[in-house]
């Protein structure tokens, strides 16, 4: 079931997860409600790389909203897959996002 994600096939298989595949809501938001959040990170990522200043201002601040909110509808497992296929450590991710602050408290 998960061979096109190895990284997820080996947390699944080190926790004996293999029982609640099935049951396991791996994205907590429905086909339509991922369309726009991938055309919203998709259109971010042209203002970062636009030539108009006002628009990769805007984008810089768009890409922690994107995170937050796409970071808490994915399953922990998925997260770990995309770092993976990202090549990014979770330090990577810390250091990146190191100044987002999450009830008062710094991301880690």
């Known amino acids: 079931m998960f061979d096109k994600y190895p990284r997820a ?8 997860y293999e ?13 339509e ?22 628009l990769r201002v805007a984008a810089k601040k768009q890409v922690d909203t994107d ?5 808490n509808k994915l399953h922990v497992f998925a997260k770990e897959e995309a770092r993976s296929e990202l090549e990014l450590t979770n330090e990577d991710v810390t250091r990146i996002f190191s100044y987002i602050e999450i009830g008062g408290n710094r991301y880690r």
Do not use: G
């Open 9 to 16: 096939q080996e947390l699944i298989e080190k926790h004996n």
């Open 67 to 71: 995170y937050l909110s796409l970071d």
């Open 33 to 54: 409600e991922a369309a726009i959040a991938l055309a919203k990170v998709i259109l971010t990522q042209k203002s970062l790389n636009s030539s108009a200043i006002h």
């Open 19 to 31: 029982d609640s595949l099935l049951t396991t809501p791996w994205v907590r938001f429905d086909q």
